[in-house]
Antibody, heavy 118, light 106 residues
Framework: QVRLQESGPGLVKPSETLSLTCSVS??????????WGWIRQPPGKGLEWIGN????????YYSPSLKSRVTMSVDRSKNQFSLNLRSVTAADTAVYFC?????????WGQGTVVTVSS | EIVLTQSPATLSLSPGERATLSCRAS??????LAWYQQKPGQAPRLLIH???KRATGIPPRFSGSGSGTDFTLTISSLEPEDFAVYYC????????FGQGTKVEVK
């Protein structure tokens, strides 16, 4: 059973960079064919897709609304993938989920709360 | 960007009743549509992928149908644990989620 676990600071100051890591266990991040994604959910609102990265790290897809501020990468040696979101504002406050994307997001982390505040 | 519109926003039903949830895409997504269930404080759970294929471990009371721009998630007989928020998601062009339908106890 694949398990995902998000980690990173729970509080980020405005204008700084939000950095999160997703650790994968119970399977290799290098399993062929999978993308690995980040999804967020602002308080009381719906799900917003942020982006996906291919297991090789060679291909990334980002939400058009966030593309100018997002970078995603894969560290296959650590079985992890990461999210960097630059120049954050209060609107970036949300629960951030990582997930595996094969034919859909079939395995999810439990989510981590990130608050943007000074 | 493909916009997914879910209706209704809220569905008030009693246990044992049939639930019918709709998801409409702003342009065709073929069959690249999934459905998720989310309960408070939990991550979403994949129910249906590729419009009509049940994910592993999902009971048969959940079924999906549709193709192109119009999709339906049907719960044939609501169990107490089915009251939750349901989201559709497409992966035909980029990835997007619908805004969700809340199924609440009447």
């Amino acid at each position: 059973q694949v398990r995902l676990q998000e980690s990173g600071p729970g509080l980020v100051k405005p204008s700084e960079t939000l950095s999160l890591t997703c650790s994968v266990s119970g399977g290799s991040i290098s399993s062929t064919g999978y993308y690995w994604g980040w999804i967020r959910q602002p308080p009381g609102k719906g799900l917003e897709w942020i982006g996906n990265v291919f297991y090789t790290g060679s291909t990334t897809y980002y939400s058009p609304s966030l593309k100018s501020r997002v970078t995603m990468s894969v560290d296959r040696s650590k079985n992890q993938f990461s999210l960097n979101l630059r120049s954050v504002t209060a609107a970036d406050t949300a629960v951030y989920f990582c997930a595996r994307d094969g034919f859909a997001f079939d395995f999810w982390g439990q989510g981590t709360v990130v608050t943007v505040s000074s | 960007e493909i916009v997914l519109t879910q209706s209704p926003a809220t569905l008030s039903l009693s246990p044992g009743e049939r639930a019918t949830l709709s998801c409409r895409a702003s342009q065709t997504v073929s069959s690249y549509l999934a459905w998720y269930q989310q309960k408070p404080g939990q991550a979403p759970r994949l129910l249906i992928h590729d419009a009509s294929k049940r994910a592993t471990g999902i009971p048969p009371r959940f079924s999906g149908s549709g193709s192109g721009t119009d999709f339906t998630l049907t719960i044939s007989s609501l169990e107490p644990e089915d009251f939750a928020v349901y989201y559709c998601q497409q992966r035909s062009i980029s990835w997007t989620f619908g805004q969700g339908t809340k199924v609440e106890v009447k």
